[in-house]
């Protein structure tokens, strides 16, 4: 080699290349050159190469861009991750002697990527903010993700849902007792333990209206057995008051009860209200069901109530049921049939054992039976033997009250056992 170049320090013919350090013998250079020309092994730049560099780069740039703007953001690793296989690409091209562009894809790539990403925490992001915020309060963390996958899910719209009133006996007294720091307090505490439990089985809350919680089952999203889980919620309910009553009693403070109703039917969900303010709730004849029926555990005494619906969609889940009446409510023509929810069925309920339960649950069926028949004085003995056991039996006193009624004022010969309500 020192016949063709000279290699003497200082005096070396040492050159750069773009496909080496920079101690490449510069003589090596002439020879490649000779070499190509023997071979005829140039690298290609021309008309075809130049097209397959358009066509890279606007299938990486639209096409792209479009589909990482639609796919969840997980997907945009995919967008950074073709760098590999262009890579791949061009490296092969090169050493089948083609010189295809690899700067100007890859900053399409990467330009997508960040355009993308950039527009989606400005724009996308800012919505699902929103949709947090708006619906923070209605929904658990659990709902409210599977939202944001669909938003178009709290568009009004017509569904079978499961609605429930809860409301505190007495609250008036109550308020009047305390005064309005712990009052206060005492609302921070009992709402959000009762919305603790409706989020807990994915219900959604429609508002406080004071200290009453309505919630409803069955929507944004169509599940199954939404009856189901309002019951199991109530059920919750009432076993989170009675432990608030103990700390209550154990304080001295007033005596704390609530009431529920639970009614399943047809209702109008979605966000609705005025320009200046709006919310995400249910409207329809089977809400002021749910309310009515809410109402009702102050006539019989009880703390739950379902309509014969809900009563229905539940028969196989297990849960354990009276029979309470055949009622006509206020304004509605049409009578229904109403149930007080005990508990789970072979499992203790506020009212003692299971077989203490059954054999009050088996009086008072009779009871109801010599009621229906018309046999006033036999009913209104059945029902007091019952409050001589279970002094604190509702429904028993209730039914005593009436057939005394009916022993001085008795329906008239065509009475089909319905029991019309005067009051909402």
Not at 163 to 173: A, E, K, L, N, Y
Not at 209 to 238: T, Y
Not at 357 to 378: Q, S, V
């Amino acid at each position: 080699s020192s016949d063709l170049g000279a290699t003497a320090t200082g005096i070396g013919d040492i050159k750069s290349t773009p496909y080496s350090g920079t101690d490449y013998p510069g003589v090596e250079i002439h020879a490649n050159v000779i070499d190509n020309l023997l071979h005829g092994t140039f690298l290609q730049r021309g008309a075809h190469q130049q097209l397959v560099d358009a066509l890279t780069i606007l299938l990486l740039g639209l096409p792209l861009g479009i589909f990482m703007a639609l796919v969840p953001p997980r997907f945009m690793w995919f967008g950074l991750s073709l760098l590999v296989p262009l890579v791949a690409v061009d490296y092969q091209a090169f050493l089948r002697g083609s010189w295809l562009n690899f700067t100007v894809p890859a900053i399409t790539i990467t330009s997508n990527v960040l355009l993308v990403s950039l527009y989606r925490a400005l724009v996308e992001e800012k919505e699902k903010r929103k949709v947090r915020t708006a619906f923070g309060q209605y929904l658990s963390p659990e709902v409210i993700r599977r939202l944001l996958l669909n938003p178009q899910l709290v568009e009004p719209r017509k569904t079978e849902i499961s609605i429930m009133f809860s409301d505190i006996r007495g609250f008036t007294t109550i308020s009047e007792q305390l005064d309005a720091q712990e009052l206060a307090k005492f609302l921070n505490e009992y709402l959000s333990d009762m919305t603790g439990i409706v989020f807990k089985h994915n219900g959604t809350l429609d508002k406080y209206i004071g200290d009453a919680v309505m919630a409803f089952w069955g929507a944004p999203f169509e599940v199954q057995g939404h009856a189901a889980k309002a019951c199991d919620s109530a059920l919750e309910m009432m076993t989170r008051v009675r432990a608030m009553q103990e700390k209550w009693e154990a304080q001295g403070r007033p005596h704390l009860d609530i009431g529920i109703g639970i009614n399943t039917g047809n209702a109008s969900v979605g966000n609705m209200g005025s320009s200046l303010r709006y919310g995400y709730t249910a409207l329809g004849d089977s809400v002021n069901l749910s309310s009515r029926l809410e109402g009702l555990n102050k006539d019989y005494g009880t703390h739950i109530i379902v309509n014969e619906t809900t009563y229905a969609a539940v028969s196989t889940n297990g849960f354990l049921f009276r029979e309470l009446d055949l009622i006509r409510v206020k304004g509605k023509l049409h009578p229904v049939t109403i149930y007080e929810l005990l508990g789970r069925a072979g499992q203790p309920s506020e009212y003692g054992s299971p077989e203490d339960t059954a054999c009050r649950l088996a009086d008072f069926g009779r009871a109801r039976e010599l009621y229906r028949r018309r046999e006033w004085e036999e009913a209104q003995k059945a029902f007091e033997n019952i409050l001589v056991k279970w002094d604190s039996d509702g429904p028993s006193r209730t039914y005593w009250k009436r057939c005394q009624e009916y022993l001085f004022d008795e329906p008239p010969s065509g009475w089909d056992g319905v029991f019309t309500m005067t009051h909402k």
